[in-house]
């Protein structure tokens, strides 16, 4: 079977592309923050690599043990939330989210590109429906996210060889909207979101969709 690279593979969303591809019977590499979280997801057909997408400077070295293989896709699900308004966010928010949610992002495309051209590979981008519009409360996030979707349509337009896939998720039962709902001021309601799962499947099917059509952008929300 063929080998995926996924990134935030340790919880939700990420947590369960990575459970499905492994159950359709692939290999998987998951890109983890730490030697902890390491851990945590290895296990039969997974491997880790230790990157810190905080500093995408060291980038480079940490995936230099898988740069020479040949890879079927790369899915990133791993990004952060910070909210606030533009008069209350300083500049150190706005470079983290900027940092590990599009500048991690491209250099990690980048040092995999080569393995993904041998494999004729997918690159799917997790975004958010907040890369389709902006709400109050939102402008860094957001920003981050309109500048992931640019990203994508940029890679799609430059690699052929690849099929790029943008999913906007509204919101979802993951530990990450716990805590967006805590920066709210708001419950946690999981029965009125998308479970993870529904959103990893749409994931899959992008990525295990036949050769003759791609999926470029596709939208997520819940009936709630």
Known sequence: MSTYVVTGAGSGIGAEIARRLREDG??????????????????????????????????????AP???????????????????????????VWSR????????????????LPALR??????????????????PGWAAYAASKHALKALADGLREEEPLLRVTSVYPGRTATPMQRGVRE???????????????????VVVSALLLPQDSRINDVTVRSRG
Not at 39 to 54: M, N
Not at 100 to 111: D, I, K, L, P
């Open 97 to 112: 989210t900027l940092t590990v949610n599009v500048v991690a992002v491209a250099e990690v495309t980048r040092v995999l």
């Open 26 to 63: 692939h290999d998987l590499v998951a890109i983890v923050r730490s030697q902890a979280r390491a851990a945590e997801v290895a296990g039969p057909g997974v491997r880790t690599v230790v990157a810190d997408l905080e500093r995408p400077e060291t980038i480079v070295d940490a995936l």
């Open 183 to 201: 920066q709210e001021g708001g419950a946690f309601e999981s029965e009125r979101y998308s479970d993870p799962g529904t959103v990893a499947g």
């Open 118 to 135: 041998r494999g004729h590979g997918d690159v799917v981008l997790l975004n958010s429906g907040a890369g389709l519009r902006t709400n």
């Open 66 to 92: 898988i740069a020479e293989e040949t890879f079927a896709g790369l899915v990133h699900s791993a990004g952060i939330a910070d909210l606030g308004t533009v008069a209350e966010t300083a500049s150190a």
